[in-house]
């Protein structure tokens, strides 16, 4: 990659080439799924019982679950960035709450509460005398809508910043050409909005096909359950890593998918003036905060409080401090690292058009994030270990002694892993930002006689600093709940939050669990708070 | 102006560097005398309590790696010859056999373990040592009518219709309780026992040993089959609710007169193949079948202690004696993973 500098010597820009690293497993799952031809034991067993529920399930999960996210977070973000009503404050920040908590979790306070031995069934067989407890719940639908509950506010936000970046000029330009009310909104409103509802959207579903607890917990059969049943259960790594392109392969049409709604289409507008918000008064107020406030509820007031109060009648469970100085270091660490990699890769605007080479490096590291954490923890092992065994035969080979491994067990690897699956979160973020520059600013800026490192450096960056630290909180969030990967390859002693969550709850102790759960809660709940001003910022700086 | 042109993005190379770098100081280093590496399948807090008793005694440092079973056999095939792990402990006798048969334990000689473990809990090549028992039993609602179930085979039968609590088919207890079956009575008769069984489940297999136990005592269920020390634990719980949900179901101990004896399955450990500390992992192991860890075992996790010298908790000591299958404890491992295939086929998810 030689790029040619008015006035510059050529050099090897290695940069994007470091940034590529993360994109290494996902590589090295494609092509062990390509390669043994023939069909193993366990992947005929697999292919005879159970691939085709996999399949379907995760299929039907994915579209239940957009359609869920997309009413829970589109119809809130659009009632609270256009009208005002009261409760309107409170409500912009409880909506992406849920955010800290994660859907595992989620899963496991939900089923506490509605199970036959839980709370609301015993006072259902307290107030109706012929009760029959039951088990109302079937895993499919229960977990969509867990999923639903946890994942709504990736499409809320995008879905409030593609709202509050409408100019009202567009809008009175519809009404004054004829749209009606409702029209305006179908026709202006939500198209102008759809690539910020679609990236929220490709967020969600990518987290839903990659996700193990609460498939898991409620016993569906999904690929990622499947994935590590074939790994662990079978020891087949064959039929593992073939379940897993399947869901890479969903997961690029998922990819391809938004990338084909947004065409070349671009979205960056004038100069604008805010939209003016509609006060609402009566029972209209009322209805309006009702629709905003349910998903608030069930998604976090409703687990928030039944964790707290789990807590409150348990005692602590040992080697909490450390459980929680680990996760945040570890997340820490992990969105530093993956902010400066993004930064990396993602080319800047204005420039030409990425070379084949990024482009496909950004793929791989886009699906990264479908990649469940099984399955990311395995490929990342494979090469570790790989070159572990290659320098320990080069230091034998010169005389020294062999030795047990170095890297395999450190927290290198692990945070290697996070990078792979969660990388993707940050460039979405940054991509996102940088989209809205104009690169008219960039070539004003060469104009001036900039540099093109300087003009990224003095003039993109600073204007797209929000969606920095939005790719910071975001990876910070994702890596405090993440659980797979982590239970694979952490060091000795070495124990996070969401681990002692699920040991616990998966001990059957509910009640102590809520601790560590409370305690991510918590310290997800920072970051994303901070989201929220962020987002608050936007609005007060448009009106 | 091109001066420094580059500098920023080298800059930004050499933090990544510099941060990587500084999380290696993350490497694990127990290269120490008076350390050793423990992989085990029981959860780090249940155990941590045990292993601190040992390192004040012995002034051995224990590291350990928690993981599910079958994923630390994994662990230990992938790293081979460098692998760290010392000891490896178990709650399936299931995946350590086979651990053995994968040639991934060595042969421990040691005077104290033959002396304190029966010879129908070690291996006769002493690759494996079992060090807790524990019973998987079915338990029933106190106030049902009908008599319940008294053999294994029993729980298909179609008078227990939608009354069926169970966990899922992914839990190692259930896969070594078909894996037995199977030793015993064959593929096909297994099979169609495994269709019975499906058919009275009251709803799709979820949550883990407690929650059947609540469903039983909720009254979505009547019967439910969960490990002993499952039921021991609650009877002993800190939550009321949990108590008065054990209080409210009996527990039968399966296939006793004229059948082989309730489904057993031992928890125990194996030194690893490539230990590095191989003195210390036995001397661990030796420990761990002593007075005090099969105290330990029994008072506050409610299994049955393999020391002939030690005698159960109270609360099992209520349950009275029990035939345990032991015949099937040796071939646990041999038939799991056609268990396995057997329960994706049937459909027990």
């Known amino acids: 990659m030689i790029r040619r500098v008015p006035g510059g010597t050529g050099r090897l820009n290695i940069a994007p080439l470091i940034a590529l690293v993360p994109a290494v497993p996902v590589l090295v799952l494609l092509a062990s799924a390509i390669l043994p031809l023939a069909d193993g034991d366990t992947w005929q067993h697999i292919r005879e019982t159970l691939l085709l529920e996999y399949l379907g399930n995760s299929l039907r999960l994915v579209l239940m679950v957009a359609c869920g996210t997309l009413i829970l977070g589109v119809l809130p973000a659009w009632l609270i960035t256009f009208y005002r009503f009261p409760g309107r404050r409170v409500l912009k920040w409880l909506l992406i709450c849920p955010l800290a908590i994660p859907a595992y979790v989620m899963a496991y306070v939900y089923t506490g509460l509605l199970d036959v031995a839980g709370p609301v069934q015993e006072w259902l067989g307290m107030v109706l005398p012929a009760y029959a407890p039951r088990s109302f719940y079937s895993p499919l639908p229960a977990a969509a809508v867990v999923l639903s509950l946890s994942l709504f506010p990736y499409v809320y936000i995008f879905a409030r910043v593609g709202f509050l970046q409408q100019s009202a000029d567009m809008l009175e330009a519809a009404r004054i050409l004829g749209c009606g009310r409702i029209g305006t909104v179908f026709r202006v409103v939500l198209p102008l909005a759809r690539p910020a509802i679609a990236a929220g959207l490709l967020l969600a579903l990518m987290e839903t096909l990659a996700d193990y607890g609460v498939a898991q917990h409620f016993g569906l059969a999904v690929l990622p359950t499947g994935i590590f049943r074939a790994w662990e259960g079978f020891g087949d790594l064959q039929a593992a890593v073939r379940l897993a392109a399947l869901l890479l392969g969903l997961a690029a049409v998922l990819f391809i998918l938004e990338r084909l709604s947004r065409r070349r289409a671009r979205y960056h507008q004038a100069a604008a003036h805010a939209v003016p918000r509609v006060r609402l008064r009566g029972a209209r107020a009322a209805l309006v905060f009702g629709v905003c406030a349910l998903p608030a509820f069930l998604g976090f007031v409703v687990p928030g409080i039944t964790l707290f109060s789990w807590a409150l009648v348990s005692t602590a469970p040992a080697g909490m401090a450390d459980a929680l100085v680990n996760s945040c270091l570890l997340a820490l660490a992990a969105a530093l690292l993956a902010l400066g990699l993004a930064l990396l890769l993602l080319p800047m605007p204005g420039r030409a058009r990425p070379g084949i080479g990024r482009q496909a490096g950004l793929l791989m590291v886009r699906l990264g994030y479908a990649v469940p954490g099984t399955v990311v923890a395995i490929s990342v092992l494979v090469p570790v270990l790989w070159l572990e065994h290659t320098l320990d035969a080069a230091w034998t080979w010169a005389g020294g002694r062999t030795s047990s491994l170095l890297l395999a067990g450190g927290l290198v690897v692990l945070v290697y892993a996070y990078l792979v699956r969660f990388m993707a979160v940050a460039v979405q973020a940054v991509e996102a930002g940088l989209a809205r520059v104009r690169p008219s600013l960039g070539e004003a800026g060469h104009s001036l006689g900039l540099s093109l490192s300087a003009v990224v450096w003095r003039i993109h960056l600073p204007l797209v600093r929000g969606s920095l630290l939005v790719a910071l909180l975001m990876v910070f969030v994702e890596v405090l709940r993440e659980l797979p990967a982590t239970l694979l390859l952490r060091p000795f002693n070495f124990s996070t939050l969401a681990v002692r969550t699920y040991e616990l709850a998966g001990e059957g102790q509910v009640a102590e669990a809520a601790w560590p759960a409370s305690a991510i809660m918590c310290a997800a709940l920072v970051p994303v708070l901070l989201l929220g001003s962020m987002l608050d910022h936007a609005e007060d700086a448009r009106s | ?349």
Not at chain 2, 41 to 56: G, I, M, Q, W
Not at chain 2, 231 to 251: T, W
Request: hydrophobic share 45%; aromatic share 8%.
């Open chain 2, 1 to 349: 102006m091109q001066k420094g042109h580059y500098l920023n993005q080298n800059a930004l190379v050499l933090a990544l560097a510099w941060g990587t770098a500084f999380l290696l100081l993350g490497v694990p280093t127990a290269r120490g005398e008076t350390e050793l590496n423990l992989y085990s399948a029981r959860k780090e807090n249940l155990v941590r309590p045990l292993l601190d008793r040992f390192t004040s005694e012995t002034g051995i440092k224990v590291n350990v790696l928690a993981a599910d079973g079958m994923g630390l056999l994994q662990r230990l095939r992938v790293e081979g010859e460098r692998s760290p792990a010392d000891l490896l402990l178990t709650v399936d006798l299931g995946q350590l056999t086979r651990a053995a048969a994968e040639g991934l334990l060595q042969a421990v000689r040691s005077s104290i373990l033959e002396t304190r473990i029966p010879p129908a809990y070690r291996d006769p090549k002493r690759r494996w040592y079992g060090l807790s028992l524990r019973a998987r039993v079915i338990v029933h609602n106190r106030s049902m009518q009908q008599a319940p179930p008294a053999r294994y085979l029993e729980l298909a039968h179609p008078q227990w219709q939608g009354q069926l609590c169970i966990r899922s088919s992914n839990n190692v207890y259930n896969q070594s309780l078909v894996a037995a079956m199977l030793g015993r009575y064959g593929e096909t008769r297994t099979r169609a026992w495994l269709e019975g069984l499906l058919a009275n489940f009251a709803r799709p297999p979820q949550g883990g040993d407690r929650d059947q136990v609540r469903a039983v005592a909720a009254g979505l269920c009547k019967i439910a089959v969960v490990n002993s020390y499952y039921l021991g634990g609650m009877l002993n719980a800190s939550l009321e609710r949990d108590v008065s949900a054990a209080r409210k179901v009996a527990l039968v101990w399966p296939d006793q007169q004229g059948g082989p004896g309730a489904h057993v399955n031992l928890g125990g450990a194996g030194v690893a193949r490539h230990a590095p500390h191989r003195e210390q992992a036995v001397a661990l192991l030796e420990f761990l079948a002593g007075v005090e860890a099969q105290r330990w075992f029994t008072a506050h996790n409610y299994e049955y202690p393999v020391a002939s010298a030690v005698r159960p908790a109270e609360t099992l000591e209520a349950w009275g004696t029990f035939k345990s299958d032991l015949a099937a404890l040796a071939t646990l491992g041999q038939h799991q993973e056609t268990a396995v295939r057997l329960m994706d086929r049937v459909g027990w998810r």
